[in-house]
């Protein structure tokens, strides 16, 4: 069992930045990484997604250019370093592992998911 603990979400102006982090409680080297985010009244929508050795990246087109995540295995972390953000990024971020590795935009391939951390871009 892998349990994954979100931080650094907040409140920040339009055009600020963010960086949010992910960390397991196990050992997660081989396991892919995604976010996902939620806003209210919408159904949960992919952000991005990193595969177990981080050479491999997918992004949804929304924050293609903004959004950049990364991940460190000697910490079980992964990040979500996110610029230029707008009023539509803002939504609760999870986080979630994937054990065969992929890093798939789907939720349905993600075995582990955290509780979350909420962000708000004002305009």
């Known amino acids: 069992q892998v349990q994954l603990a979100e931080s650094g979400g907040g409140l920040v102006q339009a055009g600020g930045s963010l960086k949010l982090s992910c960390a397991a409680s196990?050992?997660?080297?081989?396991?892919?990484m995604g976010w996902f985010r939620q806003a209210p009244g919408k159904e949960r929508e992919f952000v991005a997604a990193?595969?177990?050795?981080?050479?491999?990246?997918n992004y949804a087109d929304s924050v293609k250019g903004r959004f950049t995540i990364s991940k460190d295995n000697a910490k079980n972390t992964v990040y979500l370093q996110m610029n230029s953000l707008k009023p539509e990024d803002t939504a609760v971020y999870s986080c979630?592992?994937?054990?065969?590795?992929?890093?798939?935009?789907?939720?349905?391939?993600?075995?582990?998911w955290g509780q979350g951390t909420q962000v708000t871009v004002s305009s």
């Open positions: 979630a592992a994937d054990r065969r590795g992929v890093g798939r935009s789907s939720a349905l391939s993600y075995d582990y």
């Open positions: 196990a050992r997660t080297l081989s396991y892919a």
């Open positions: 990193i595969n177990w050795s981080g050479d491999t990246t």
